[in-house]
């Protein structure tokens, strides 16, 4: 048994490749990002040791700042709306729903496997005002409530918003999926007892479920968290970062930076900024777990 | 009694006013997909289709090269699909059950990947395929989808592996199985459930990739399809809606009859793999 599992050559043969192209491909190029992010210009062109220099335009960049506010605005929205309503939705049907769970839980999942970009169309589509009214507008006029057609991805003042119903649309089925799963496995006993206990409606939930959701719901904040801090396909697909800078993430702004500005230097340090606040943000909201055990 | 009714009736139309929040922009999509572009401006935009005008397909996939751009997806997605699942499981099965010095921290070098925001990587990247000459190559977008899906797949094999017995593994090794042998005829045939879930996921996250297509490739005839959609959208602008409607639906339906054909062990495998981690 020993000799089969510390077979020298097997683990080489299992284990070399995929570090080799791993190594190669995602963390040299992590730690190149930080070599990069001293120099100015592009390689091959003006490019220069700078230093620091980079890091410190940084917060003299108003598109930067702009940029880190929209993320922000969109993480707070998009994260606490994926989780909070996937948690809502579970709670629904784990107490509401008598009939056809797994077909709802079906349904609900659909959107989740969609391809962002497609869903991007789509949601194009639905928020349109010209040349026709698209879903949302014809809906709107059609009982009447002309006053509130307008240009949903088409001003500043609604445009991220209209992006973050569109991303919570896409992912609060996932999470209800994964807490319906949680909540089956908290035992009928103890809501049982809680009943007996009078413990029902809100105080339930707060004293009992959501104690034991807990870890769940980190997890989810964590996973939901990370992923909105990455802002780019579904913003691109639905309004292509405007209009102007209104839905335009860091991620976005590094893009333009490094590729249509050709300042790879500059667009480095803009990337090492959104791998600190990935892991510093999931730091945080994982420090939550421990505090109360 | 009535005071209940009322409740169990509100709760119902609740949860039915969800579903259709969650389809209802799917089924419009389709209607609007067999649309004729007159339809647009004479009804109302939630109006049905009056005809099945399917011709908005057929410009789709001609015109808008949309038979292109998915063999493009395809060719990319499976082969990366391949060696993910290759890798993850000799990896997995190399640090979790095997026995040598560097196993934990090898383990926690992949897992770290989970973590790292591809738009961190992606100007290295760049100018090493640059340099390569990889750029408007598949093998480029290969590679990088191989190296980007390791982490997680190793990480969900090897919550599976945890719980594998050891027991069937020693009976094999005392029938004079080698490592090779014991692999391939033991391990991986028990192992299906975890390989269904790798390959589900990793699936839908390289289908769904944009950002490394669009910064590696540009040449037209190698875009996949994420990239061909928005290349698409913009070429027929706002004018032929009809046509973008069957594009966008071609892009969608693969993706709904694998989920749900896969429904049940894809939930399985990901309440698993939540809980575990």
Known sequence: MKKVLGNK????????????????????????SLYYSLFSGSPGLKWEFVGIKNYLDLFRDKNFRNALMVNFKYISVVTVGQVGLGLLLALMFKFWLKHCKSFVRTLVFFPVVL??????????KIYEIQPHYGLLNSFLSAVGLQDLVQPWIGQESTALWALCVMDIWVAMGFYSVIFYGALLDISDDILEAAHIDGASGFNLFRRILLPLLRPMIITSLVFSFSGTVKMFE????????????????????MYDVSFTFNKVGYGSVIAIVIFLICVCGSAIINKFDVRDD | MTMRKVKGGLRGFIIVLICMIEIYPL????????????????????????????????????????????????????????????????VGFAVTKMQWKLRKAVAKYFTFGIMIPVAVALIPLFQIYNKAHLL?????????????????????????????????????VIDGCGIYKMMWHIVVPLMKNAIVTVLVLQFFFKWNDLLFSMTFISDSSLKTIQTGLLYFSDEFGSKNWGA???????????????????????????????VKG
């Open chain 1, 9 to 32: 050559a097997a683990i080489a043969l299992f284990v070399v490749p995929a570090l080799i192209l791993y190594t190669a491909l995602v963390m040299v190029p992590v730690i190149w």
């Open chain 2, 136 to 172: 408007n190559t598949r093998a480029c977008l290969i590679l990088t989808y191989i190296a980007f899906g390791l982490s997680l797949s190793i990480y969900l094999v090897q919550g599976y592996l945890r719980s594998f017995p050891d027991d069937i593994m020693e009976a094999a």
């Open chain 1, 234 to 253: 579904s913003a691109l697909a639905l309004t292509k970062g405007g209009p102007g800078a209104a839905t335009k993430s860091l991620s976005m702004y």
């Open chain 2, 27 to 90: 089924f419009w999509m389709l209607t609007a997909s067999l649309k004729q572009q007159h339809e647009w401006s004479e009804n109302p935009a939630y109006a049905l289709n009056k005809g099945f005008y399917v011709q908005n397909y057929a410009d789709a996939w001609t015109r808008g090269n949309m038979a292109v751009f998915f063999k493009n997806s395809l060719i990319t997605t499976l082969i990366s699909l391949v060696f993910i699942v290759i890798f993850s499981v000799t």
């Open chain 1, 115 to 124: 391809p962002t970009v497609a869903v991007g169309q789509l949601f194009a």
């Open chain 2, 244 to 274: 973008i409607f069957a594009s966008v639906s071609m892009s969608v339906f693969p993706m709904l009859i694998l989920y749900t054909v896969l429904n049940k062990k894809l939930m399985e495998g990901m309440m698993a793999g939540a």
